[in-house]
């Protein structure tokens, strides 16, 4: 409890200084960016001001994921984080649609424009400082509270460090040169870059949502936990679906069919304590036994060991890493 506890700390902590450092910065951009006349500074400020709402997402979200389960969550709440980081992205993607219409309509339509002032230089040199801060502190609270949302948040805030920096390249060159058609163009590419980052965070979600898994070794980690029990082989029928930043196993393994229930029994909870104890960040583990040799040919769900051997890591003529210390191979 005391972790989880740290956990939302970190998340909130995080979370209330991107609220109040994008919320002041946006603030800046976009004031400094209409009276300058900076279409490239306004996007960055409509950039930003997203990033507020992202930071009350992560703010509120983190509040709701360590709820303990209940009759309607029996599995808990973790999902409202992936649920939040798909938010996220639709805002992101939103965001940065409307600032490339908006400056593609100012590119066709011709309209003259004066030349941004200097002071816009200024704040987009502001700018890169604050989006580096927030980026490592973003980071940094993601890696230690194992938040995938708040890493997410971080990944935002890194690519506003370059839409800045771009910002400021573009600004420089504008003003040097005279030519205020470089913002605007400038202002569409940040415009496209906001959408291609909202992209890829909505693609990220898409594996969890789906119960699929990014991570194959996982599997093998519990293979290879699974079958350091003696007595038992064969790990098959395995789903591992990720919840939040945690896992999910449901497997079947084989066991000699001469043993008493209570003795398959004893071997499948041996096996679920190794697999805790061998597999970072496992939640819950479910366990079906057959007896040795068994085979149900119509079985379609999950990956077996034989799975994992065809990938090239591991050979099935490899009989003592395929049984263990299975009580066929005893025989």
Known sequence: MEKNNDRVKYIERASIIGVVGNGLLSVLQLIVGFWGHSLALVGA?????????????TLFTGRIVERPPDEQHPYGHGRA????????SFIIIFAGAQ?????IQ????????????????????LSIVVKIFLALVKWHAGKKANSSMLIADAKN??????????????????????????????GCGVGLWIVWIGYGIFMDTNVELMDGLKNRDIYRE?????????????????????FNTR?????????????????????????????????????????????????????????????????????????????????????
Request: charged content about 25%.
């Open 45 to 57: 400020g409509i950039d930003t001001v997203t990033d507020v709402v992202t930071s009350l997402v």
């Open 81 to 88: 984080e992936t649920i939040a980081t798909k938010l996220l």
């Open 99 to 103: 600032l490339t219409l908006s400056t």
């Open 106 to 125: 100012h590119l066709i339509s011709g309209e003259g424009r004066s030349l941004p002032n200097r002071l816009t230089l200024l704040v987009a040199a």
């Open 157 to 186: 805030m890194s690519m506003d460090v370059m839409i800045s920096a771009s910002v400021l390249l573009g600004l420089f060159f504008t003003i040097r040169l005279g030519m205020p058609i470089l913002d605007t163009v400038l």
């Open 222 to 242: 519990v293979c290879r936990a699974s079958m350091a029990v003696d007595g038992v082989c064969n790990p098959h029928k395995m789903r591992i679906r990720q």
């Open 247 to 331: 896992y999910i196993i449901d497997m079947d393994i084989e066991v000699d069919g001469d043993l008493s229930v209570r003795e398959g029994h004893e071997l499948a909870m041996k096996v679920e304590r190794n697999v805790h104890r061998e597999v970072d960040n496992v939640y819950d583990v479910h366990i079906h036994v057959e007896p040795l040799g068994n085979e149900e040919r119509k079985e379609r769900f999950g990956i077996s060991r034989n799975n994992l051997q065809n990938d090239g890591e591991e050979t099935v003529e490899n009989e003592e890493l395929y049984y263990g210390e299975s009580t066929e191979k005893k025989a």
